[in-house]
C-alpha cells in the first residue's frame, strides 16, 4: 500500500460495530464489540473506546468472555483463526487456526469445562462442537448468531432454522425436533429468527417473523411439550435475551422499542420506546443493572447510560466540515445530521433537521436529509431532506439554520417547502467572507437552479432576516448537475450537461459557456488562492479539463475516469479519485499544472464517493514535495464499508503515538478531566509522604496537602458554597507564605476568635511545631479556613434534600 | 430515548397587508360619521384651544362643531357667495373667512354678524389667516395680490403684487411674524410658483404644478407643498431646496396635514385616499379610502379625530377609540381567572445567587398528537376534524392527515366511517381542496376517499350530494386552471416580443435554436 514512503493510508474508525453482540465484561465496566477486523473495548462509564484488539486479517465474527477467565476474551474470525486476548490490557495471548472461516462461536459454562463452538457455514453448515470433552455435530444450522443458544448451565444446545427448532442434549447426546406450520390461518408467518433459553429454568423463548414469542416448555419429551405465545411485536422479534436471574425477558425488534416481559407474569410488561433504530441485539451484564442494546443505524445504547457512539450509517449526503467545530458532518440517525468529531472519533451531537416523529416501520418512506452545505464561517448551515412516495410527488424542503451563539447550536431560521419541484442535484453557498449578503445556489432536476439570499423584510421590524429567492436561472432546459462559486464569490459556474455556464452573482447575467464535449460534467471546482483563475470539471467520459477563465479557453485536459474531485480550502491542491479494475487510485495536483503533486494507486477497494478535506488545527511544516499537500489539511474519504480513512505522513504518526503514550492511565478509574487532576495529586501526596519519611526538611510542602483543599475536595458538590467564596481561599491556600508574617497572622486570627479552644491549641502548637517543622506548616496556614469551611457545611442543607427529593 | 415530537404545523406566509405600528394606530378609529353639507367642503380647521370645535367652510356658510355633537354649534351664514378658508385664532375666539365677493369677514366665534369686513381686494379672496401675533389677517385672493390687514382698524397695512396668478392657498408662520408663505394658480405658460414674504419677497420656491396648499412643519424648517400629483418638500433653511417629491396618488393632491406629533404626514387627493406619510423615510405607511374626490382634511389635536371633506358635501368624520373600547378588541384573549393558576411561579426569575432546581418541562400534547404517539389513526383524525379545528385552523387538520400519510395509515384512518363521518370528511374537502396549500395533501386523501367508499356510493343521499358537489367544484377548477394557462400564455409571448434577444458569448455548442423551439412547441401544448 504504501507508495511515498512516508504517506500511509490509515484506518480512522467508522466501522460497523453492530454487526455482532456486543459483551459485557463481568464487573460490567467493559463493553467488547466486534468492529471490522478488530474489537473495540468500550468502557461502560464514560462511553470512551478504550482500546482496540488488532490481530486479525479478516472480519471478526464474534466476541465472547473466556468462561474460566473473566479477564479473558475468544475472538473468532473470517479469516479461520480464534484469538485469546486479555481485553484490559490488550494483549493477545494465543491463537489457534480453525482452518475455515468462523462465522460464529458460542460458548457456556458448565462447571469446569467450557466448551468452545465454531459454525463453519462452507461446509454445507453444519457444526462442530469443540471441546475437550465433548463434540457434537448439529446438521442444518442457521448462520444468525442469534439463532443459536445455550440452555441452563450448558445442558442443552437450542438452534433454530426456518421452521425448526432443535434441541441437543448433551448428556443424554439425543436431540428433538419441533416444526411449526409455515403460516397459521391469518397468514402470519412462523419462522423463527431468535432463540433464548431461561438461566435456571427448562424454558426456551424464540422470536418469530411476525412479532410472536413463544415460550417452550417440557420439550425434553418429543411428543408433551407445550408452548405459549406472547404478542406485542408487529414485526420481526430480532433479538431476545434473558435476565440473568432468569426474572424478566427483553425482546426488541425493528419497532425500536425494548419490552420487559415479566416471566411467569407476561401480562406485566414494560416499555421503553423510541430508542432511535431498530433493535439487533440486547445484551444484559452480569449484574443485571445494564442493559446494551445495539441498533441497526449502528449505534449502541446502554439503558441507565448513555450511547456510546453512533457512527457512520449509510450516506447520502456529502462530507463536510464543520467550520466551527471542525467536525465531520454526515447523516446520522433518520432525520438527523451528526457532528463527528474526527481528532476523537467520537459523536459530538446530533441535529434533527426534519423534525418529525420516525416511524420505525419497514417499507416506510420518510424523509431524509440527502445535502447539506456550510458558510465559510460556519454561521449559516443549508439542509435539504425529501421524500418519496411511489404514488405521489416528491415532498422537498429546503431549511436555513443559523448558527446561535448562546445556545451554541444551529437554530432554524427559514423552511422552504418545495423550493424546486424535482430533486436538488447540488447546493453550495457562496464562500466568499467579505461580502454582505450570504448566498445560496441550489440546482434542480427540473432544469433550474435558484439563488437564495438573506434579506430582511421590508415591513415588519420585528422579524429577524429570512432568506427569500434571488433569482430563477435556466439554460435552454437543460439539467444542472452541479455548482460551484469562485473563492472571491465574484463568479458562479453550473454545469448543465456537457456545458459549463458562468454567472455573475452580482447582476445575474451569463457571462460565458464552456464546454468539452462528449460527455456530462460530473464535477466542477475553482482553483483557490494562486489559481483561482482555474475552473476544473470532470466528465462522464473520463476526461479531466482544466479551463482558463481568463481567456475562456481550455488550458490542460487529460484522459482519466474520475469518481470525485475536490478542492482543498486551504490550499491551491486539488484531489481526484480515479476507479480502476476495483479499486480506486487519487492524484493530488494543482490547477495550473497538469501533472501530479502526489500520487498513490489503490488507497483502497471499491468506490470512494465521499471525501472532505478537513482542515488541521496547526498546520505541519514538512518540506518533502510528495507531502506538502497534507500541511494545511487532511484528506478524508469513506470506502464502500463505511469506513472512514485517511492520509497521514509518518512525521505525524510518530508525533501522535507519543502524545497517546503520555495519554495511557489507569483505566480502572473513568477517565475525565477531575480524575486527572485527582489521581495526580494523590501520587504527589504520596511521594510527599514518602520524602518526609526521608526527613528532607528543607523543601517546602507541596499546597495540594493542605486540609483546605482536602476539604474542598471531599466535600460534596452540591453543598459547596459558590465559587466565588471558595476562590480566595482556594487562591491563599496556594501562596507560599513567610514564616514571620504567618505567626502575624495567626495572632490576629486569635484576636478574632477568642475562643478558649484557640488558646489551648496556642499552648499546644510550638513543641508540635518543633517535632513536624514544615509538615504542620500548611496545616496551621489555613487553620481559618479550614473552620470557614467548617461551617459551610454544618449550615443546613436539608432543605436541599428535600428539594432534591420532590 | 428521545422524547415524542409532535406532529408540525406548518405555518404559512400570511397574505394580504402587514401589521405594522403604523395600521394599528392608524385603524384605531370608530365607524365614520357622516354629515350631509350643502356643498363642497372646502376647509375644516380645528380650534387651537379645548375644546377643539372645528370649523367647516361649505358653500355660503361655516359651521362650528364641537368635538362629539354631530350637530353644528354654531354657523356663519351671513355670506353673500361662496365661503372660503375659514380660519381660527391661536386663542380659539376669533374667525376670519373670505369670501367669492372679495370681502374679507372677521368673526366673534360667540357671536353672528361678522365683527369686521375687510374691503379692498376686487375678487375672490381664497385665502385667510391670522398672523403669529394674531393682531393682523394675511388674506390672498384672485385679483393676483395679497394683502395684510391690522384687525381692531379694519385698515390694509401692506400689499403685496408680485404674485402674477390667482392666489388659492397660503400659510403664515406661527414662529414669525413676519413670514408667511403663499402658493398660486396657474393660468399662463411661466411655471407656478409660491412665495415666501418676509415683508417683501425672499423666496420662489418652483413647484411645478399649480399649488393646491401648503403646509409648514413646526419647526418652521420645512416646507410641504402639494400640487397636482405631487407633494413636495422643501428646506426652508437651505434657501429652499426640495427634499423630496412624493408621487403617491393619481389625481391632484388638495389637501395637507400634519399628526399631533409631527411624525406623519397626511395628505388628501381627488383620487378619494388620504395617504400617511412617515416624515422621515416619506413612506407611504398607511392608505385611507373615501367615498368622493376629497377636497379638505384636519386632524384633531391629538389625533383624536379624522375629518375629511369632500366634493359631494359630504363631511366624514372618524373619532378615536378610547383606551376601553380598544381593549374590548382584544377582549377575546382576556386571559381567565385559572390563568394565574397556570402562571403561578412561572414568571419568577432566578437572581444571581440563587440555587436553581430546574425540573424537567412538562411536554404538553395536543390531543390528536396524544393519540398519534398511541398509533389511534382514526380516533386522531376525528378529533383533528373537530368543528372548531376544521373550520379555524384547517392546517392542523391538513398537517394531520399529512402525518398519517406519511406513516402509511392514512387509508386506515379514512375507513369505516358512517355516513355522518364520512359528509364531515367531505365537508372539509370541499372547503379545502381548492386551497392550493393544501392541495397536494387534499388531493391524495380525496382519492383514497373515493376508492374506499365507492361500492356505497348511492346508498346516502347525504354523501352523494356532497360528492356531486365536490366533482362540481373540480370542474370549475379545472375550467379556472386552464384559463389561467391561456393568461399564462399570452403573457409569454408578450414579454418574448417585447424583451430584446441577448447574445451570449458562446464558446463551443450553438444547438439554441432548436432547443428554443422545442420549448414553445411545449408550451402551446400545456396551453
Same mark, same amino acid.
Given at each position: 500500500?504504501?507508495?511515498?514512503?512516508?504517506?500511509?493510508?490509515?484506518?480512522?474508525?467508522?466501522?460497523?460495530?453492530?454487526?455482532?453482540?456486543?459483551?459485557?465484561?463481568?464487573?460490567?465496566?467493559?463493553?467488547?464489540?466486534?468492529?471490522?477486523?478488530?474489537?473495540?473495548?468500550?468502557?461502560?462509564?464514560?462511553?470512551?473506546?478504550?482500546?482496540?484488539?488488532?490481530?486479525?486479517?479478516?472480519?471478526?465474527?464474534?466476541?465472547?468472555?473466556?468462561?474460566?477467565?473473566?479477564?479473558?476474551?475468544?475472538?473468532?474470525?473470517?479469516?479461520?483463526?480464534?484469538?485469546?486476548?486479555?481485553?484490559?490490557?490488550?494483549?493477545?495471548?494465543?491463537?489457534?487456526?480453525?482452518?475455515?472461516?468462523?462465522?460464529?462461536?458460542?460458548?457456556?459454562?458448565?462447571?469446569?469445562?467450557?466448551?468452545?463452538?465454531?459454525?463453519?457455514?462452507?461446509?454445507?453448515?453444519?457444526?462442530?462442537?469443540?471441546?475437550?470433552?465433548?463434540?457434537?455435530?448439529?446438521?442444518?444450522?442457521?448462520?444468525?448468531?442469534?439463532?443459536?443458544?445455550?440452555?441452563?448451565?450448558?445442558?442443552?444446545?437450542?438452534?433454530?432454522?426456518?421452521?425448526?427448532?432443535?434441541? #441437543?442434549?448433551?448428556?443424554? %447426546?439425543?436431540?428433538?425436533?419441533?416444526?411449526?406450520?409455515?403460516?397459521?390461518?391469518?397468514?402470519?408467518?412462523?419462522?423463527?429468527?431468535?432463540?433464548?433459553?431461561?438461566? @435456571?429454568?427448562?424454558?426456551?423463548?424464540?422470536?418469530?417473523?411476525?412479532?410472536?414469542?413463544?415460550?417452550?416448555?417440557?420439550?425434553?419429551?418429543?411428543?408433551?411439550? =407445550?408452548?405459549?405465545?406472547?404478542?406485542?411485536?408487529?414485526?420481526? /422479534? +430480532?433479538?431476545?435475551?434473558?435476565?440473568?436471574?432468569?426474572?424478566?425477558?427483553?425482546?426488541?425488534?425493528?419497532?425500536?422499542?425494548?419490552?420487559?416481559?415479566? #416471566?411467569?407474569?407476561?401480562?406485566?410488561?414494560?416499555?421503553?420506546?423510541?430508542?432511535?433504530?431498530?433493535? =439487533?441485539?440486547?445484551?444484559?451484564?452480569?449484574?443485571?443493572?445494564?442493559?446494551?442494546?445495539?441498533?441497526?443505524?449502528?449505534?449502541? &445504547?446502554?439503558?441507565?447510560?448513555?450511547?456510546?457512539? /453512533?457512527?457512520?450509517?449509510?450516506?447520502?449526503?456529502?462530507?463536510? /466540515?464543520?467550520?466551527?467545530?471542525?467536525?465531520?458532518?454526515?447523516?446520522?440517525?433518520?432525520?438527523?445530521?451528526?457532528? #463527528?468529531?474526527?481528532?476523537?472519533?467520537?459523536?459530538?451531537?446530533?441535529?434533527?433537521?426534519?423534525?418529525?416523529?420516525?416511524?420505525?416501520?419497514?417499507?416506510?418512506?420518510?424523509?431524509?436529509?440527502?445535502?447539506?452545505?456550510?458558510?465559510?464561517?460556519?454561521?449559516?448551515?443549508?439542509? /435539504?431532506?425529501?421524500?418519496?412516495?411511489?404514488?405521489? *410527488?416528491?415532498?422537498?424542503?429546503?431549511?436555513?439554520?443559523?448558527?446561535?451563539?448562546?445556545?451554541?447550536?444551529?437554530?432554524?431560521?427559514?423552511?422552504?417547502?418545495?423550493?424546486?419541484?424535482?430533486?436538488? !442535484?447540488?447546493?453550495?453557498?457562496?464562500?466568499?467572507?467579505?461580502?454582505?449578503?450570504?448566498?445560496?445556489?441550489?440546482?434542480?432536476?427540473?432544469?433550474?437552479?435558484?439563488?437564495?439570499?438573506?434579506?430582511?423584510?421590508?415591513?415588519?421590524?420585528?422579524?429577524?432576516?429570512?432568506?427569500?429567492?434571488?433569482?430563477?436561472?435556466?439554460?435552454?432546459?437543460?439539467?444542472?448537475?452541479?455548482?460551484?462559486?469562485?473563492?472571491?464569490?465574484?463568479?458562479?459556474?453550473?454545469?448543465?450537461?456537457?456545458?459549463?455556464?458562468?454567472?455573475?452573482?452580482?447582476?445575474?447575467?451569463? $457571462?460565458?459557456?464552456?464546454?468539452?464535449?462528449?460527455?456530462?460534467?460530473?464535477?466542477?471546482?475553482?482553483?483557490?488562492?494562486?489559481?483561482?483563475?482555474?475552473?476544473?470539471?470532470?466528465?462522464?467520459?473520463?476526461?479531466?479539463?482544466?479551463?482558463?477563465?481568463?481567456?475562456?479557453?481550455?488550458?490542460?485536459?487529460? +484522459?482519466?475516469?474520475?469518481?470525485?474531485?475536490?478542492?482543498?480550502?486551504?490550499?491551491?491542491?486539488?484531489?481526484?479519485?480515479?476507479?480502476?479494475?476495483?479499486?480506486?487510485?487519487?492524484?493530488?495536483?494543482?490547477?495550473?499544472?497538469?501533472?501530479?503533486?502526489?500520487?498513490?494507486?489503490?488507497?483502497?477497494?471499491?468506490?470512494?464517493?465521499?471525501?472532505?478535506?478537513?482542515?488541521?488545527?496547526?498546520?505541519?511544516?514538512?518540506?518533502?514535495?510528495?507531502?506538502?499537500?497534507?500541511?494545511?489539511?487532511?484528506?478524508?474519504?469513506?470506502?464502500?464499508?463505511?469506513?472512514?480513512?485517511?492520509?497521514?505522513?509518518?512525521?505525524?504518526?510518530?508525533?501522535?503515538?507519543?502524545?497517546?503514550?503520555?495519554?495511557?492511565?489507569?483505566?480502572?478509574?473513568?477517565?475525565?478531566?477531575?480524575?486527572?487532576?485527582?489521581?495526580?495529586?494523590?501520587?504527589?501526596?504520596? %511521594?510527599?509522604?514518602?520524602?518526609?519519611?526521608?526527613?528532607?526538611?528543607?523543601?517546602?510542602? $507541596?499546597?495540594?496537602?493542605?486540609?483546605?483543599?482536602?476539604?474542598?475536595?471531599?466535600?460534596?458538590?452540591?453543598?459547596?458554597?459558590?465559587?466565588?467564596?471558595?476562590?480566595?481561599?482556594?487562591?491563599?491556600?496556594?501562596?507560599?507564605?513567610?514564616?514571620?508574617?504567618?505567626?502575624?497572622?495567626?495572632?490576629?486570627?486569635?484576636?478574632?476568635?477568642?475562643?478558649?479552644?484557640?488558646?489551648?491549641?496556642?499552648?499546644?502548637?510550638?513543641?508540635?511545631?518543633?517535632?513536624?517543622? @514544615?509538615?504542620?506548616?500548611?496545616?496551621?496556614?489555613?487553620?481559618?479556613?479550614?473552620?470557614?469551611?467548617?461551617?459551610?457545611?454544618?449550615?443546613?442543607?436539608?432543605?436541599?434534600?428535600?428539594?432534591?427529593?420532590? | 430515548?428521545?422524547?415524542?415530537?409532535?406532529?408540525?404545523?406548518?405555518?404559512?406566509?400570511?397574505?394580504?397587508?402587514?401589521?405594522? @405600528?403604523?395600521?394599528?394606530?392608524?385603524?384605531?378609529?370608530?365607524?365614520?360619521?357622516?354629515?350631509?353639507?350643502?356643498?363642497?367642503?372646502?376647509?375644516?380647521?380645528?380650534?387651537?384651544?379645548?375644546?377643539?370645535?372645528?370649523?367647516?367652510?361649505?358653500?355660503?356658510?361655516?359651521?362650528?362643531?364641537?368635538?362629539?355633537?354631530?350637530?353644528?354649534?354654531?354657523?356663519?351664514?351671513?355670506?353673500?357667495?361662496?365661503?372660503?378658508?375659514?380660519?381660527?385664532?391661536?386663542?380659539?375666539?376669533?374667525?376670519?373667512?373670505?369670501?367669492?365677493?372679495?370681502?374679507?369677514?372677521?368673526?366673534?366665534?360667540?357671536?353672528?354678524?361678522?365683527?369686521?369686513?375687510?374691503?379692498?381686494? !376686487?375678487?375672490?379672496?381664497?385665502?385667510?389667516?391670522?398672523?403669529?401675533?394674531?393682531?393682523?389677517?394675511?388674506?390672498?385672493?384672485?385679483?393676483?395680490?395679497?394683502?395684510?390687514?391690522?384687525?381692531?382698524?379694519?385698515?390694509?397695512?401692506?400689499?403685496?403684487?408680485?404674485?402674477?396668478?390667482?392666489?388659492?392657498?397660503?400659510?403664515?408662520?406661527?414662529?414669525?411674524?413676519?413670514?408667511?408663505?403663499?402658493?398660486?394658480?396657474? !393660468?399662463?405658460?411661466?411655471?407656478?410658483?409660491?412665495?415666501?414674504?418676509?415683508?417683501?419677497?425672499?423666496? !420662489?420656491?418652483?413647484?411645478?404644478?399649480?399649488?393646491?396648499?401648503?403646509?409648514?412643519?413646526?419647526? *418652521?424648517?420645512?416646507?410641504?407643498?402639494?400640487?397636482?400629483?405631487?407633494?413636495?418638500?422643501?428646506?426652508?433653511?437651505?434657501?429652499?431646496?426640495?427634499?423630496?417629491?412624493?408621487?403617491?396618488?393619481?389625481?391632484?393632491?388638495?389637501?395637507?396635514?400634519?399628526?399631533?406629533?409631527?411624525?406623519?404626514?397626511?395628505?388628501?387627493?381627488?383620487?378619494?385616499?388620504?395617504?400617511?406619510?412617515?416624515?422621515?423615510?416619506?413612506?407611504?405607511?398607511?392608505?385611507?379610502?373615501?367615498?368622493?374626490?376629497?377636497?379638505?382634511?384636519?386632524?384633531?389635536?391629538?389625533?383624536? +379625530?379624522?375629518?375629511?371633506?369632500?366634493?359631494?358635501?359630504?363631511?366624514?368624520?372618524?373619532?378615536?377609540?378610547?383606551? &376601553?373600547?380598544?381593549?374590548?378588541?382584544?377582549?377575546?384573549?382576556?386571559?381567565?381567572?385559572?390563568?394565574?393558576?397556570?402562571?403561578?411561579?412561572?414568571?419568577?426569575?432566578?437572581? @444571581?445567587?440563587?440555587?436553581?432546581?430546574?425540573?424537567?418541562?412538562?411536554?404538553?400534547?395536543?390531543?390528536?398528537?396524544?393519540?398519534?404517539?398511541?398509533?389511534?389513526?382514526?380516533?386522531?383524525?376525528?378529533?383533528?376534524?373537530?368543528?372548531?379545528?376544521?373550520?379555524?385552523?384547517?392546517?392542523?387538520?391538513?398537517?394531520?392527515?399529512?402525518?398519517?400519510?406519511?406513516?402509511?395509515?392514512?387509508?386506515?384512518?379514512?375507513?369505516?366511517?358512517?355516513?355522518?363521518?364520512?359528509?364531515?370528511?367531505?365537508?372539509?374537502?370541499?372547503?379545502?381542496?381548492?386551497?392550493?396549500?393544501?392541495?397536494?395533501?387534499?388531493?391524495?386523501?380525496?382519492?383514497?376517499?373515493?376508492?374506499?367508499?365507492?361500492?356505497?356510493?348511492?346508498?346516502?343521499?347525504?354523501?352523494?350530494?356532497?360528492?356531486?358537489?365536490?366533482?362540481?367544484?373540480?370542474?370549475?377548477?379545472?375550467?379556472?386552471?386552464?384559463?389561467?394557462?391561456?393568461?399564462?400564455?399570452?403573457?409569454?409571448?408578450?414579454?418574448?416580443?417585447?424583451?430584446?434577444?441577448?447574445?451570449?458569448?458562446?464558446?463551443?455548442?450553438?444547438?439554441?435554436?432548436?432547443?428554443?423551439?422545442?420549448?414553445?412547441?411545449?408550451?402551446?401544448?400545456?396551453?
Amino acid at each position: 500500500m504504501v507508495e511515498h514512503g512516508d504517506i500511509r493510508v490509515v484506518h480512522r474508525g467508522g466501522s460497523k460495530i453492530n454487526s455482532r453482540e456486543p459483551v459485557i465484561s463481568s464487573d460490567s465496566r467493559l463493553l467488547l464489540c466486534a468492529s471490522g477486523e478488530c474489537v473495540k473495548v468500550f468502557s461502560t462509564s464514560t462511553e470512551e473506546c478504550i482500546h482496540d484488539l488488532r490481530g486479525h486479517t479478516g472480519l471478526v465474527t464474534g466476541v465472547l468472555l473466556r468462561p474460566s477467565n473473566h479477564l479473558q476474551a475468544y475472538s473468532c474470525s473470517a479469516d479461520g483463526t480464534v484469538r485469546l486476548w486479555d481485553f484490559t490490557d490488550g494483549i493477545l495471548i494465543k491463537w489457534r487456526s480453525v482452518g475455515k472461516a468462523c462465522v460464529c462461536v458460542c460458548t457456556c459454562v458448565c462447571a469446569e469445562l467450557f466448551q468452545l463452538v465454531a459454525v463453519h457455514l462452507p461446509q454445507s453448515g453444519d457444526r462442530l462442537v469443540e471441546a475437550r470433552e465433548l463434540s457434537a455435530v448439529l446438521s442444518d444450522v442457521s448462520s444468525n448468531p442469534a439463532a443459536i443458544a445455550f440452555g441452563r448451565g450448558g445442558e442443552y444446545i437450542v438452534s433454530a432454522k426456518g421452521l425448526q427448532l432443535e434441541v #441437543y442434549f448433551f448428556k443424554k %447426546q439425543k436431540s428433538y425436533r419441533f416444526s411449526l406450520k409455515e403460516n397459521n390461518k391469518k397468514g402470519r408467518k412462523n419462522t423463527f429468527t431468535c432463540v433464548a433459553s431461561h438461566p @435456571q429454568d427448562d424454558c426456551i423463548a424464540t422470536g418469530h417473523e411476525d412479532g410472536k414469542i413463544r415460550l417452550w416448555r417440557n420439550f425434553s419429551h418429543k411428543k408433551e411439550y =407445550t408452548y405459549s405465545t406472547l404478542h406485542w411485536h408487529h414485526s420481526v /422479534v +430480532s433479538s431476545l435475551c434473558f435476565t440473568p436471574e432468569g426474572t424478566n425477558l427483553l425482546s426488541g425488534g425493528v419497532e425500536s422499542v425494548l419490552v420487559q416481559w415479566r #416471566y411467569n407474569q407476561e401480562s406485566q410488561k414494560d416499555f421503553l420506546p423510541r430508542l432511535g433504530a431498530a433493535i =439487533t441485539h440486547i445484551v444484559v451484564s452480569p449484574d443485571g443493572a445494564l442493559f446494551c442494546t445495539s441498533h441497526s443505524d449502528n449505534s449502541k &445504547e446502554l439503558l441507565s447510560a448513555l450511547r456510546i457512539q /453512533v457512527t457512520l450509517k449509510s450516506l447520502s449526503t456529502d462530507l463536510m /466540515v464543520d467550520p466551527r467545530s471542525k467536525a465531520m458532518v454526515l447523516n446520522g440517525k433518520p432525520g438527523h445530521l451528526q457532528f #463527528y468529531s474526527l481528532q476523537r472519533d467520537k459523536l459530538l451531537f446530533n441535529l434533527d433537521i426534519v423534525q418529525q416523529e420516525y416511524i420505525h416501520q419497514s417499507g416506510l418512506q420518510q424523509f431524509e436529509v440527502v445535502k447539506a452545505a456550510f458558510t465559510a464561517s460556519g454561521n449559516w448551515l443549508a439542509s /435539504v431532506e425529501e421524500r418519496k412516495q411511489k404514488d405521489a *410527488e416528491l415532498e422537498l424542503n429546503l431549511k436555513l439554520w443559523m448558527f446561535d451563539e448562546q445556545s451554541q447550536s444551529f437554530v432554524l431560521n427559514t423552511t422552504i417547502s418545495a423550493p424546486h419541484e424535482a430533486r436538488i !442535484t447540488a447546493m453550495c453557498f457562496c464562500q466568499s467572507t467579505d461580502s454582505q449578503t450570504t448566498m445560496l445556489v441550489s440546482t434542480s432536476k427540473d432544469g433550474h437552479f435558484k439563488a437564495w439570499q438573506l434579506a430582511t423584510p421590508a415591513h415588519t421590524e420585528d422579524d429577524g432576516p429570512s432568506w427569500s429567492c434571488d433569482f430563477v436561472g435556466a439554460y435552454h432546459s437543460l439539467v444542472p448537475e452541479c455548482c460551484t462559486f469562485s473563492a472571491d464569490g465574484s463568479l458562479l459556474a453550473v454545469s448543465f450537461q456537457e456545458v459549463v455556464t458562468v454567472w455573475s452573482p452580482s447582476s445575474w447575467e451569463l $457571462l460565458t459557456t464552456l464546454s468539452q464535449p462528449p460527455g456530462a460534467i460530473r464535477d466542477l471546482c475553482f482553483g483557490k488562492l494562486s489559481c483561482s483563475k482555474y475552473l476544473v470539471g470532470t466528465t462522464a467520459n473520463n476526461l479531466l479539463c482544466c479551463w482558463n477563465l481568463l481567456t475562456c479557453a481550455l488550458e490542460w485536459s487529460t +484522459s482519466m475516469n474520475t469518481s470525485l474531485l475536490l478542492a482543498d480550502p486551504l490550499s491551491e491542491n486539488m484531489a481526484a479519485f480515479c476507479p480502476q479494475a476495483g479499486f480506486t487510485d487519487l492524484f493530488v495536483f494543482k490547477p495550473n499544472e497538469p501533472r501530479p503533486l502526489y500520487s498513490h494507486k489503490a488507497v483502497c477497494s471499491g468506490n470512494v464517493t465521499r471525501a472532505v478535506f478537513a482542515p488541521r488545527e496547526e498546520m505541519l511544516d514538512s518540506c518533502e514535495e510528495s507531502s506538502q499537500w497534507l500541511n494545511h489539511s487532511q484528506l478524508y474519504f469513506l470506502t464502500q464499508c463505511m469506513d472512514l480513512m485517511t492520509f497521514t505522513t509518518k512525521a505525524e504518526e510518530a508525533r501522535q503515538m507519543a502524545a497517546s503514550k503520555q495519554l495511557v492511565i489507569d483505566d480502572s478509574i473513568a477517565m475525565t478531566p477531575f480524575h486527572l487532576l485527582l489521581g495526580k495529586h494523590r501520587g504527589q501526596q504520596q %511521594q510527599q509522604e514518602s520524602g518526609q519519611d526521608s526527613l528532607s526538611a528543607e523543601r517546602t510542602p $507541596l499546597p495540594q496537602g493542605s486540609a483546605a483543599i482536602k476539604e474542598l475536595l471531599q466535600t460534596p458538590a452540591h453543598i459547596l458554597p459558590s465559587t466565588s467564596f471558595l476562590c480566595s481561599m482556594f487562591v491563599q491556600s496556594l501562596l507560599i507564605s513567610v514564616t514571620d508574617s504567618r505567626s502575624e497572622e495567626m495572632e490576629s486570627e486569635k484576636e478574632e476568635d477568642s475562643e478558649e479552644e484557640e488558646i489551648e491549641s496556642r499552648a499546644v502548637r510550638p513543641p508540635e511545631m518543633a517535632r513536624c517543622g @514544615q509538615a504542620t506548616e500548611t496545616a496551621t496556614l489555613t487553620k481559618a479556613q479550614v473552620k470557614e469551611l467548617r461551617r459551610v457545611k454544618k449550615l443546613d442543607h436539608g432543605w436541599l434534600s428535600s428539594v432534591l427529593d420532590l | 430515548m428521545a422524547s415524542y415530537k409532535p406532529t408540525k404545523i406548518t405555518v404559512y406566509p400570511k397574505l394580504g397587508e402587514k401589521v405594522t @405600528q403604523d395600521t394599528v394606530y392608524w385603524k384605531n378609529y370608530k365607524a365614520p360619521i357622516q354629515i350631509k353639507e350643502f356643498g363642497a367642503v372646502t376647509n375644516i380647521n380645528f380650534s387651537p384651544v379645548a375644546p377643539h370645535n372645528f370649523a367647516v367652510t361649505a358653500f355660503t356658510r361655516i359651521h362650528i362643531y364641537g368635538p362629539f355633537s354631530h350637530e353644528p354649534v354654531k354657523s356663519f351664514t351671513r355670506f353673500k357667495d361662496t365661503a372660503y378658508c375659514g380660519r381660527f385664532r391661536s386663542d380659539g375666539q376669533l374667525l376670519v373667512a373670505g369670501c367669492e365677493d372679495s370681502v374679507v369677514r372677521l368673526f366673534d366665534v360667540n357671536g353672528k354678524v361678522a365683527l369686521r369686513m375687510y374691503k379692498g381686494h !376686487t375678487k375672490a379672496v381664497h385665502v385667510t389667516d391670522f398672523t403669529s401675533d394674531s393682531y393682523q389677517i394675511l388674506t390672498g385672493s384672485d385679483d393676483y395680490s395679497c394683502r395684510l390687514w391690522d384687525i381692531p382698524n379694519a385698515t390694509e397695512l401692506n400689499a403685496y403684487q408680485e404674485h402674477t396668478d390667482y392666489i388659492r392657498c397660503g400659510v403664515t408662520s406661527k414662529l414669525n411674524t413676519n413670514l408667511f408663505i403663499t402658493g398660486k394658480m396657474e !393660468t399662463a405658460a411661466p411655471p407656478p410658483l409660491f412665495y415666501a414674504y418676509v415683508l417683501i419677497s425672499v423666496m !420662489t420656491l418652483d413647484h411645478g404644478q399649480p399649488v393646491e396648499s401648503l403646509l409648514l412643519y413646526p419647526s *418652521e424648517g420645512l416646507l410641504v407643498s402639494a400640487g397636482g400629483r405631487f407633494v413636495k418638500v422643501w428646506d426652508l433653511l437651505k434657501k429652499g431646496q426640495p427634499l423630496v417629491s412624493l408621487k403617491n396618488h393619481h389625481k391632484t393632491v388638495t389637501c395637507l396635514c400634519l399628526s399631533s406629533n409631527g411624525e406623519r404626514l397626511l395628505s388628501g387627493s381627488l383620487d378619494r385616499h388620504v395617504k400617511v406619510y412617515n416624515t422621515t423615510s416619506y413612506k407611504v405607511v398607511h392608505n385611507f379610502d373615501y367615498a368622493a374626490s376629497i377636497l379638505s382634511l384636519a386632524l384633531a389635536p391629538n389625533d383624536e +379625530s379624522i375629518v375629511v371633506g369632500m366634493t359631494n358635501g359630504i363631511l366624514n368624520l372618524k373619532h378615536r377609540k378610547n383606551a &376601553e373600547e380598544s381593549k374590548e378588541i382584544s377582549g377575546q384573549q382576556r386571559r381567565r381567572p385559572s390563568y394565574r393558576v397556570f402562571v403561578k411561579g412561572k414568571n419568577y426569575f432566578p437572581k @444571581q445567587d440563587d440555587y436553581l432546581v430546574s425540573k424537567p418541562v412538562k411536554q404538553h400534547l395536543a390531543k390528536y398528537d396524544k393519540q398519534l404517539k398511541k398509533f389511534n389513526v382514526s380516533k386522531a383524525l376525528d378529533t383533528a376534524l373537530e368543528a372548531w379545528t376544521r373550520l379555524k385552523k384547517p392546517e392542523i387538520t391538513v398537517a394531520v392527515i399529512k402525518e398519517l400519510d406519511r406513516r402509511g395509515t392514512l387509508k386506515n384512518a379514512l375507513a369505516g366511517r358512517d355516513e355522518q363521518g364520512l359528509s364531515r370528511l367531505l365537508y372539509f374537502l370541499i372547503g379545502n381542496l381548492f386551497d392550493p396549500r393544501f392541495a397536494p395533501v387534499l388531493v391524495t386523501a380525496a382519492e383514497m376517499i373515493l376508492d374506499i367508499y365507492q361500492s356505497v356510493i348511492g346508498q346516502s343521499s347525504v354523501v352523494d350530494r356532497q360528492l356531486l358537489r365536490l366533482q362540481e367544484m373540480l370542474e370549475r377548477e379545472i375550467d379556472y386552471q386552464q384559463e389561467l394557462l391561456e393568461v399564462l400564455g399570452m403573457l409569454d409571448t408578450v414579454f418574448a416580443s417585447s424583451l430584446p434577444r441577448k447574445e451570449v458569448p458562446c464558446s463551443a455548442i450553438s444547438k439554441s435554436n432548436g432547443l428554443t423551439q422545442g420549448e414553445g412547441r411545449l408550451q402551446l401544448q400545456a396551453t
